[in-house]
C-alpha cells in the first residue's frame, strides 16, 4: 500500500542548532515533493518543493534533498530559532494524480 | 501577499443539518481543492476543481458532499446531511497551475463542529 511517514515522534532542538525532519514514501512516483509548516489551528504554508529530477534545494536558512532511489526527502532547517516551532509537513503528488498527500507531519519545538 | 480566504471560522451544527463552508481563492488562481483535517490527524485531499467541473475526487467525498463556484470567486463545500465523524477543521487552498512552482495556498481554515 502507499504510505508517506514522517519523524513520528516530536523533535526537540536547542536554539542555533541544525534540525533535520524526515519523510519517507513507499509505492508512489511522486513527480516533486513539498514541504509544509502548519501552526496550531491553521493552514499549512508552502515552504520549498523539489521536483524528481532535483537532489537538492535551498532557501535561506532551509534546505531540502529528495533521494528517489532512497524514496526520502530530508528538510534541515540551520541555526534554528524558537520562531521556527512548529509542525513540519511534506507532502507529494503522484506522477499519475493531480491530488496533493499528506504526511502525519513532524512537531518541532526549538528551546 | 494574496491569501485564500474562509468562511466562517467556527461553524457549529446538529447532526443531520447541512453546512456550507465558503471560501474565496486567489483572483488569479485556477484550480480550487477542499482538504479536512481530523483533529490529531493529517491532512486529507477532499476534491480538487477546475474548469468548473470536479478533477478528482476522494473516497471521503461521497454523495453527501458537493461543491461550488457559484458566481466567479467564491468556492463552496457543502455537506447535505452532517454526521458526528465531519467533525474537523476544512481547508480550502488554489494553484495558479498544477502547484509545481509555487505550491499550494491554504486558507486558515473553517473549524466545523457536529453535535
Known amino acids: 500500500s502507499q504510505k508517506i511517514e514522517q519523524n513520528s515522534e516530536a523533535l526537540n532542538i536547542q536554539e542555533g542548532k541544525t534540525a533535520t525532519l524526515t519523510c519517507n514514501y513507499t509505492?508512489?512516483?511522486?513527480?516533486?515533493l513539498q514541504w509544509y509548516r502548519q501552526d496550531p489551528g491553521r493552514g499549512p504554508v508552502f515552504l520549498l518543493l523539489?521536483?524528481?529530477?532535483?537532489k537538492e534545494k535551498r532557501k535561506e536558512r532551509l534546505k531540502v534533498t529528495f533521494d528517489t532511489t532512497l524514496k526520502q526527502s530530508l528538510f534541515h532547517i540551520t541555526a534554528s530559532q524558537p520562531a521556527d516551532s512548529a509542525t513540519y509537513l511534506c507532502?507529494?503528488?503522484?506522477?499519475?494524480?493531480?491530488?496533493?498527500?499528506f504526511g502525519q507531519g513532524t512537531e518541532l519545538s526549538v528551546k | 501577499e494574496p491569501e485564500v480566504t474562509q468562511t466562517p471560522s467556527h461553524q457549529v451544527t446538529q447532526m443531520g443539518q447541512e453546512v456550507i463552508l465558503r471560501c474565496v481563492p486567489i483572483?488569479?488562481?485556477?484550480?480550487f481543492y477542499w482538504y479536512r483535517q481530523i483533529l490529531g490527524q493529517k491532512v486529507e485531499f477532499l476534491v480538487s476543481?477546475?474548469?468548473?467541473?470536479?478533477?478528482?475526487k476522494s473516497e471521503i467525498f461521497d454523495d453527501q458532499f458537493s461543491v461550488e463556484r457559484p458566481d466567479g470567486s467564491n468556492f463552496t463545500l457543502k455537506i447535505r446531511s452532517t454526521k458526528l465523524e465531519d467533525s474537523a477543521m476544512y481547508f480550502c487552498?488554489?494553484?495558479?497551475?498544477?502547484?509545481?512552482?509555487?505550491?499550494?495556498?491554504f486558507g486558515s481554515g473553517t473549524r466545523l463542529t457536529v453535535v
Open positions: 509505492n508512489y512516483s511522486p513527480a516533486y
Open positions: 476543481f477546475y474548469n468548473n467541473e470536479i478533477s478528482e
Open positions: 507532502a507529494l503528488k503522484h506522477n499519475q494524480g493531480g491530488k496533493l498527500i
Open positions: 523539489i521536483r524528481e529530477n532535483e
Open positions: 487552498a488554489s494553484t495558479i497551475g498544477t502547484g509545481e512552482v509555487s505550491g499550494y495556498t
Open positions: 483572483s488569479n488562481h485556477l484550480y
